[in-house]
């Protein structure tokens, strides 16, 4: 795969100067996605499901080949698939239906410090209604999930097991197939936030065997306001649904009423349409570079930023050994929200703060971090702006006496 | 390139370095108020005490980047000794300064005028101006 090929892709790129290295809170979008957005609203913009007439049978064709996009994409079955806004109402629409209808005060639900917000409160939400105790997996000394830790806090209370497959602060890949394997020996589901895998590296849900799995079209290319929840079809037929409305249903009564079979039960309302078949766009573009040769360079381009980061005095790494493009650190004495200014000042875009993962921060033991992360469309001359950079913003914030 | 210089070689690296009336204390005297900015991280305190029209003590703590610490520690010295009228009228000035909207320049605003630079980095705005919300805030309380 060539970058810069791909960057001809991406209309915002052609602003020369930017630097962009905050995919991990939301991609650039390339033309191609753009142009399937325009073409639904120029072409067949209304609702789907509905109408009789031919315009929307074109609209509901797009957006259910989207979801048979998103099926093959990580090899599900078409009707385990649920468009939602994102990877967090995919995440919370799985602990109110699934938690809340399934667990009581004698279960566990397992989770870790790891996660971001989106999978770690909803859950906490469960177990103040349910009375479920919610255990954390001692992380190791570099802050990973282990398959021998998750023996520890494992056992036959466990109901539930809620963990992310890429970290989004420290880019490590969780050992999830091992995890999930031993979570069914206790009759435990497994629910997998993929966030930052999604758009990195292939996902296989028949080979993982897991339960629930969640994430979100802006990250990868897709347009935002999408994302997808995939859950075992014999798991999903058995929830509840948690919204209700138009389209969900199937027989309206005066007092009860039924619903449709999964997935529809989950999407009641006009759904996300343009932003489902965006996505299907996104996968479309992802799949003809390869997620592997992706995920291979990003790789590339944090090891090679890491060693020249280690070269410059006072830089703190978090997760020098991460296998994905994610560097959490911090310049010694300066505080992220000071030295992403500075960046902000030379147009990298990059990210400072808790990254809505407040739980690994405090185990850090830091205030915040800063980060950056790689895509597809970094080169290695934007390591080497980004590099210049901290030099110099090191060397400034020296200066002025931090 | 970068226009951070000039902000930070002011006024601001001395207060981050050296912050005046740093620290709470307990006394039903002063009014308090926190503000936690989530996502950023910022965390700040303060603490005010007035008698008879006039802002007689303020207090701070917190933590937060420098641009933040160091406005509670300017905020604290620039209205300490100020009447509330006078105070509000302050920190009401400072705020529009930041947010680049119109302000009255005839306001003295003292060293707070060196957070004017702030104004050319939106993204830090709210860095700049949650300790002077949350001195209004302990206003409001008292009233
Ligand atoms: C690991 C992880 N999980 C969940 C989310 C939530 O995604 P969204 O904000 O798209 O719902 C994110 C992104 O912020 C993430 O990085």
Redesign the pocket.
Known sequence: MNPYELRKDFPILNDETLCYLDT??SSLKPRQVIERLDEYYEKYGVNVHRGVYNLSYVATEMYEEARRKVSDFIHAKFDEIIFTR???SALNLVASSYGLNHLTSEDEIIVSELE?H??VLPWQNVSHITKAKLVYIPLDSEGRITVENVKKVLSNKTKVVAI?YIS?VMGYITPIKEIISLAHEVGAVVVI?A??AAPHKTIDVVDLDCDFLAF?G??MCGPTGI?VLFGKKKLLDNMPPIEFGGDMNDNVNLYDASWKDVPYKFETGTPPISEAIGLGAAIDYLLSIGLDEIGKHEFKLKEYTVKKLKEIEDIIIYNESAETGIISFNIEGVHPHDAVSYFDGDNICMRAGHH?AQLIIKWLNVVATLRVSFYLYNTIEDCDRFIESVRNARDFFKSVGF | MNNLETLYRQVIMDHYKNPRNKGLVTNSLYKTIHIKNPSCGDDITIQTKVENGLIKDIRHDGTGCSICCSSASVMSETLKGKTITDAKKISSTYINMLTNQEYDTSVELEDAIVYQGVSKFPARIKCASIAWKAFEGTLEESE
Do not use: L, P, T
């Open positions: 991990a809170a994102g990877a967090s971001h989106s999978q992310n989004n936030d966030a930052q979100s802006h990250k994302g809505c």
